[in-house]
């Protein structure tokens, strides 16, 4: 009818999308050769330094980008004096916050920023730690944000080695576990930061923080038995130890420092089989309240091995009617529970 707009019908609106994303896709790629070439060519301008730009924007993921883009600033930095780099690296640090608020998972996104903060003259690590917190409170289970805040408290620890710092990042780690139990990577970070804990708590307070740990844990997976995350935590909290006055074969470096990861439980006053049996009759409760999950019958297969091995005691029947079961609920492992019962 004449006065009213034409409404456009799907086919239209499809055919001006395909169309709006078959430019895109064509600049794109024009976008890329380009950089690739003069990657290939070793042409460290100016444009080629815009291109880089405009690829970090497009797609960070696109490496060699930024292999291209920190072969140029290399060549202008040596040239420039410290207070023109410092202030070019300022610069980078913001296109790389604008780049990670909308790919926050990318690899070369975070490997470019360490990279930029490590040719400054005067980086700023504490302002790092605030804003990789303020990212993980977006997102607390980013991998990458955890992993480059391992690494900047790394270079904190070096400007300022007095600093409880790891006592301030294993509480760090403790909100987020509160937040959610089944935060696998604040799990993680925390069994990097306990042994320099224990290492730095007096001797006669170190059983109280073990004990904590085993508490925590335990609130975790009787929260949610089937989340994998507190019972790796626990199962390795069972298996590992360290001993600050010993090295030894087994042993492991934690933050520059050789620990011995053997006989800590009796080193801090804790009987090892004592816990054992306690974590047994724990998790045995928790097999009895959800009999088709596998975390708990796994655990409690391993704790009493664990205690079978230390004490010579006969649990391998029990242990192994656990397996059965375990074939028959986790059957993608069946073989693995086989195994471990021809073990026995």
């Not at 320099?196 to 009787?222: C, D, G, I, M």
Request: net charge neutral; with cysteine.
């Amino acid at each position: 009818m004449h006065g009213r707009r034409k409404v456009p019908t799907t086919a239209e609106i499809d055919q001006l999308r395909k169309e709006k994303e078959a430019h895109k896709i064509k600049d794109y790629c024009a976008l890329n050769e380009l950089i690739l070439q003069k990657k290939k060519d070793g042409v460290l301008d100016k444009e080629s330094f815009q291109l880089t730009t405009k690829m970090a924007r497009t797609n960070p993921d696109m490496y060699t980008a930024w292999n291209l883009r920190r072969d140029i600033l290399k060549r202008d930095f040596a040239q420039l004096s410290k207070e023109e780099i410092q202030e070019i690296c300022v610069n980078e640090l913001s296109l790389l916050e604008e780049v990670i608020r909308t790919t926050p998972k990318s690899y070369w996104v975070w490997n470019h920023r360490r990279w930029v903060l490590h040719t400054m003259p005067e980086p700023n690590w504490k302002r790092e730690l605030h804003l990789v917190g303020k990212m993980l409170d977006l997102d607390s289970r980013n991998f990458h944000g955890w992993s480059y805040r391992r690494s900047v408290v790394a270079e904190l620890r070096k400007i300022s080695p007095n600093e409880e710092i790891d006592a301030t990042e294993f509480a760090y780690t403790t909100s987020k576990i509160n937040q959610s139990f089944s935060n696998g990577s604040a799990w993680h970070y925390r069994s990097k930061l306990l042994p320099s804990v224990l290492l730095q708590t007096p001797a006669n307070q170190r059983s109280a923080l073990l004990e904590n740990e085993y508490e925590l844990v335990k609130a975790a997976f009787y929260t949610d038995p089937e989340d994998q995350s507190a019972w790796i935590y626990h199962r390795w909290l069972i298996g590992k130890s360290w001993n600050p006055g010993t090295t030894s074969e087994n042993s492991q470096h934690t933050h520059g420092e050789k620990i011995s990861t053997s006989n800590v439980i009796e080193s801090i006053g804790l009987d090892r089989v004592k816990i054992l049996e306690r974590e047994i009759e724990a998790v045995r409760e928790l097999v009895e309240i959800e009999p088709e999950c596998k975390w708990p019958l796994q655990t409690l297969s391993y704790l009493q091995n664990e205690l079978r091995i230390t004490t010579a005691s006969d649990m391998a029947e029990e242990i192994r009617e656990h397996l059965t079961t375990l074939q028959v609920i986790d059957q993608l492992r069946k073989g693995r529970y086989q195994d471990l019962q021809d073990a026995l």
